[in-house]
């Protein structure tokens, strides 16, 4: 009798917001493995420090009680200020990969026309009364930008009590802005292991939570995928080969 594939008790939390900090691997593995990022190695600091192929980005993983985990900051280039983005422990590691996807995409040229705050109306987020300012269905989370500033999502529950929140400040290129506020409109749930501890709120009204067996290999792939997808960026596209053109026939002598 053949033996039944082992299983891993996966929760599919929605909205994805909501669904805690996840495996910071899912961002750090990929930008190191796909994307060339170097790290240092500091075994008596619990932090990650990864730097981009060319210097100019550097990202600090890095426990903090009274501020940010991640913290990136680009140096300046031809045309562009120098910018930083900043994100709380339990941002939802989704939310931060769409954001290092989109900065490490050889492919994408910067929209600086792009609307940051499109993809939320799309999801059925409100404007608040104010310009620049959205508010999630569920009313938890906000997105706004400060008098032309600094943009910020913000999360929170009943009484204020923060959960955490996203700064983007006011140099940072929008299209990455945009693909931050394109994941957290996203209503695909997040998947998370044993998240019973990990969760900010159990509140039925609040969150779904649905419990599945899934393949323990599905899910011990699922980050290998996700290099393997990411490093398919890189690769040089082939170019077909110009057909040649048919030799003329000879003319028949009369």
Sequence with gaps: MPERPETVDVDFIAPRHLAGGGDPAWITVPLHRACGWSHGHDP?????????????????????????????????????????????????????????????????????????????????????????????????????RLDGGPWFATTTLSGGRPVW????????????????????????????????RSLPTRDPELITRTRREVPATEIASALEDRVRALTARRAPRSTPSPSTAPSPRPRRAR
């Design 44 to 144: 008596l600091m619990p932090r990650v420090i990864l730097s981009s192929p060319d210097q100019k980005a550097l990202l600090r993983l890095e426990p903090d009680p009274d501020g940010p985990w991640w913290t990136l900051h680009h140096a300046a280039g031809p045309g562009q200020p120098a910018w930083y983005a900043s994100f709380g422990a339990r941002t939802p590691v989704e939310l931060i990969a769409a954001f290092t996807d989109a900065l490490t995409d050889p492919t994408t040229t910067q929209a600086p026309s792009c609307d940051v705050l499109e993809p939320l109306l799309g999801a059925g987020w409100s404007p608040a009364y104010v310009a620049n300012r959205f508010v999630s269905p569920d009313t938890t989370t906000v997105v706004e």
């Design 165 to 196: 929140q996203a700064r983007f400040g006011e140099n940072t290129p929008a299209h990455l802005i945009t693909a931050f506020t394109t994941a957290l409109a996203d209503p695909s749930p997040a998947l998370r292991i044993d998240s019973s």
